[in-house]
Protein backbone atom coordinates (compact mmCIF):
# COMPACT_ATOMS: atom_id res chain seq x y z
CA UNK A 1 0.00 0.00 0.00
CA UNK A 2 1.38 3.59 -1.01
CA UNK A 3 1.54 5.71 1.31
CA UNK A 4 1.72 9.89 1.67
CA UNK A 5 3.93 11.68 3.73
CA UNK A 6 3.10 14.92 4.19
CA UNK A 7 4.75 17.88 5.86
CA UNK A 8 4.79 21.62 6.06
CA UNK A 9 2.16 22.73 8.06
CA UNK A 10 1.95 24.70 11.38
CA UNK A 11 1.53 27.87 12.57
CA UNK A 12 1.51 31.35 11.04
CA UNK A 13 0.46 34.85 10.63
CA UNK A 14 -2.46 36.14 8.68
CA UNK A 15 -0.61 37.83 5.28
CA UNK A 16 2.33 35.13 5.52
CA UNK A 17 3.05 31.92 3.47
CA UNK A 18 3.84 28.51 3.92
CA UNK A 19 4.42 25.48 2.02
CA UNK A 20 2.81 22.54 1.78
CA UNK A 21 4.30 18.83 0.69
CA UNK A 22 3.07 15.38 -0.06
CA UNK A 23 5.46 12.55 -1.13
CA UNK A 24 4.37 9.07 -2.41
CA UNK A 25 6.50 6.77 -0.51
CA UNK A 26 7.15 3.50 -2.44
CA UNK A 27 8.45 2.02 -5.87
CA UNK A 28 6.23 4.41 -8.26
CA UNK A 29 5.45 3.98 -12.07
CA UNK A 30 3.25 6.69 -12.96
CA UNK A 31 0.78 9.26 -11.02
CA UNK A 32 -2.27 10.59 -12.22
CA UNK A 33 -4.32 13.49 -11.12
CA UNK A 34 -3.34 14.54 -7.78
CA UNK A 35 -4.52 16.94 -5.01
CA UNK A 36 -5.10 19.22 -2.23
CA UNK A 37 -8.13 19.24 -0.10
CA UNK A 38 -8.90 21.00 3.51
CA UNK A 39 -11.50 20.58 6.53
CA UNK A 40 -12.07 23.30 8.92
CA UNK A 41 -12.81 22.22 12.16
CA UNK A 42 -16.69 21.34 12.44
CA UNK A 43 -16.66 21.41 8.10
CA UNK A 44 -16.89 19.30 5.62
CA UNK A 45 -13.64 18.18 3.65
CA UNK A 46 -13.14 20.47 0.61
CA UNK A 47 -11.52 20.91 -2.42
CA UNK A 48 -8.25 23.48 -2.71
CA UNK A 49 -6.69 22.56 -5.65
CA UNK A 50 -5.75 19.76 -8.20
CA UNK A 51 -3.34 19.43 -10.63
CA UNK A 52 -3.50 16.84 -13.85
CA UNK A 53 -0.56 14.52 -14.46
CA UNK A 54 -0.54 17.17 -17.52
CA UNK A 55 0.46 19.91 -15.41
CA UNK A 56 -3.13 21.67 -15.70
CA UNK A 57 -4.30 22.78 -12.59
CA UNK A 58 -7.98 24.02 -10.98
CA UNK A 59 -8.23 25.84 -7.88
CA UNK A 60 -11.33 26.36 -5.79
CA UNK A 61 -12.55 30.11 -5.45
CA UNK A 62 -11.40 31.24 -2.06
CA UNK A 63 -7.76 30.20 -2.71
CA UNK A 64 -7.57 31.09 -6.63
CA UNK A 65 -4.80 33.96 -6.80
CA UNK A 66 -3.58 33.12 -3.59
CA UNK A 67 -2.23 28.83 -3.80
CA UNK A 68 -0.30 27.41 -6.41
CA UNK A 69 -0.03 23.70 -6.39
CA UNK A 70 2.83 21.86 -8.15
CA UNK A 71 4.26 18.54 -8.44
CA UNK A 72 7.65 16.88 -9.30
CA UNK A 73 7.43 13.68 -11.03
CA UNK A 74 10.88 13.02 -10.30
CA UNK A 75 10.17 13.08 -6.88
CA UNK A 76 6.65 11.63 -6.47
CA UNK A 77 5.88 14.81 -4.63
CA UNK A 78 3.10 18.03 -5.22
CA UNK A 79 3.43 20.95 -3.47
CA UNK A 80 1.17 23.44 -2.48
CA UNK A 81 2.34 26.89 -1.62
CA UNK A 82 -0.30 29.03 0.00
CA UNK A 83 0.10 32.91 0.28
CA UNK A 84 -1.50 35.79 2.11
CA UNK A 85 -2.78 32.89 4.04
CA UNK A 86 -6.41 33.87 6.40
CA UNK A 87 -7.84 32.94 9.69
CA UNK A 88 -10.21 30.90 6.85
CA UNK A 89 -7.47 29.21 5.65
CA UNK A 90 -7.48 27.57 8.87
CA UNK A 91 -7.83 23.76 8.19
CA UNK A 92 -6.20 20.21 7.67
CA UNK A 93 -4.80 19.82 4.80
CA UNK A 94 -5.06 16.04 3.18
CA UNK A 95 -3.07 15.58 -0.29
CA UNK A 96 -4.94 12.84 -2.51
CA UNK A 97 -3.94 11.02 -5.65
CA UNK A 98 -6.58 9.57 -7.74
CA UNK A 99 -4.75 6.48 -9.28
CA UNK A 100 -1.31 5.49 -8.78
CA UNK A 101 0.71 2.68 -10.63
CA UNK A 102 3.39 1.04 -8.13
CA UNK A 103 5.71 -2.34 -8.37
CA UNK A 104 2.51 -3.87 -6.77
CA UNK A 105 -0.12 -2.69 -8.74
CA UNK A 106 -2.50 0.36 -9.17
CA UNK A 107 -4.00 1.83 -6.74
CA UNK A 108 -6.72 4.57 -6.64
CA UNK A 109 -8.60 7.45 -4.26
CA UNK A 110 -4.75 7.35 -1.56
CA UNK A 111 -5.22 10.00 1.21
CA UNK A 112 -2.46 11.70 3.13
CA UNK A 113 -2.71 11.38 6.99
CA UNK A 114 -3.32 15.40 6.68
CA UNK A 115 -1.27 18.47 8.19
CA UNK A 116 -2.46 21.31 10.60
CA UNK A 117 -2.32 24.83 9.09
CA UNK A 118 -2.87 27.46 11.20
CA UNK A 119 -3.44 30.54 10.52
CA UNK A 120 -3.60 33.69 13.71
CA UNK A 121 -4.76 37.24 13.11
Known amino acids: QVQLVESGGGLVQAGRSLTLSCTAD????????MGWYRQALGQQRELVAT???????DYADPVKGRFAISRDNSKNTVYLQMNSLNPEDTAVYYC???????????????WGQGTQVTVSS
Open 96 to 110: YIERIATNRGAQSDI
Open 26 to 33: GIIFSIGA
Open 51 to 57: ITSGDST
